[in-house]
């Protein structure tokens, strides 16, 4: 990293998502959407930080995992936090979140989303989280998502049958 860089990972990594006088913060309304622990999500929004600073250091598209998509949709809600008190105050840059076109496109993101974690590891010298930042395939495979109201209906796994 050059110095310049990591003063800008230090006001990426300093900046506060959770407003301190919330009694329901964002790290705890990530938790409760996603299902996660409050650990799993404190651990995801530093993922999500480092995803932000490798898109502002970089000069190509980055991915997100689907975790860090989870944190950056949920921070898009957050308009002040996200667009005045981080891009424009934190990192002077706006960062746009966009969506996919459909299937046709499925190859450019594996691609985008293998270069995002050859990129992160050039950059923290170390592999990302597998918990948070899933191969390739899982990536691209195993997200289907549905929104469900939990209090409302049960929610059961499919059984796998062995051929």
Request: proline share 4%; hydrophobic share 40%; glycine share 2%.
């Amino acid at each position: 990293m050059t110095e310049a860089q990591k003063l800008l990972w230090d006001k990426i990594r300093s900046f506060e998502i959770d407003d301190v006088d919330s009694s329901f913060t964002f790290t705890d309304r990530l938790a409760r959407e996603n299902d996660w622990t409050l650990e799993y999500s404190i651990r995801t929004v530093l993922e999500y930080k480092k995803f932000l600073f490798l898109i502002a250091i970089s000069d190509f598209p980055q991915t997100p995992s689907d975790q860090i998509d989870q944190v950056w949709h949920l921070h898009l809600l957050y308009t002040q936090s996200y667009w005045i008190d981080f891009c424009q105050n934190t990192i002077n840059k706006q960062i746009h979140h966009g969506p996919t076109k459909g299937a046709e496109e499925k190859m450019l993101f594996k691609e985008q989303y293998m270069r995002t974690l050859a990129f992160y590891e050039s950059i923290f010298l170390k592999k990302p989280p597998k918990d948070i930042w899933v191969d390739v395939e899982t990536r691209f495979k195993e997200i289907h998502f549905t929104r469900i109201n939990r209090r409302k209906y049960w929610i059961l796994p499919k059984l796998r049958f062995l051929k």
